[in-house]
Nanobody, 121 residues
């Protein structure tokens, strides 16, 4: 089993910055993909950013140029640096990982518990 612990959410004013982290623990071979999703009240969960094991990244159009996803494989931790935050970025942010338990296994998906990000003056 893989456990994900997220941290870094909070309240910030428009134009401000926050950094989220997602630490994976447990027994596994490799984290193939790390993603950040978010879900605002009354809206569907949406993909914000993704990073592969080779550090290839992808972003939702709404956050390009403002958010940066990264990972530290030595710490099994992923990060989401969020700059120039806007009120529409307010949501619960979830970490999502695709993990192989061993070298030959099919990857499994695991979710973090979510962390609230509120952008308000």
């Amino acid at each position: 089993q893989v456990q994900l612990v997220e941290s870094g959410g909070g309240l910030v004013q428009p134009g401000g910055s926050l950094s989220l982290s997602c630490k994976a623990s447990g027994s596994f071979y490799v984290i193939n993909m790390m993603k950040w999703y978010r879900q605002a009240p009354g809206k569907q969960r949406e993909l914000v950013a993704a990073i592969t094991s080779r550090d290839t990244t992808d972003y939702a159009d709404s956050v390009k140029g403002r958010f940066t996803i990264s990972r530290d494989n030595s710490k099994n931790t992923g990060y989401l640096q969020m700059n120039d935050l806007k009120s529409e970025d307010t949501a619960v942010y979830y970490c999502n990982v695709l993990v192989q338990r061993d070298r030959s296994s099919i990857p499994d998906v695991f979710w973090g518990q979510g962390t609230q990000v509120t952008v308000s003056s």
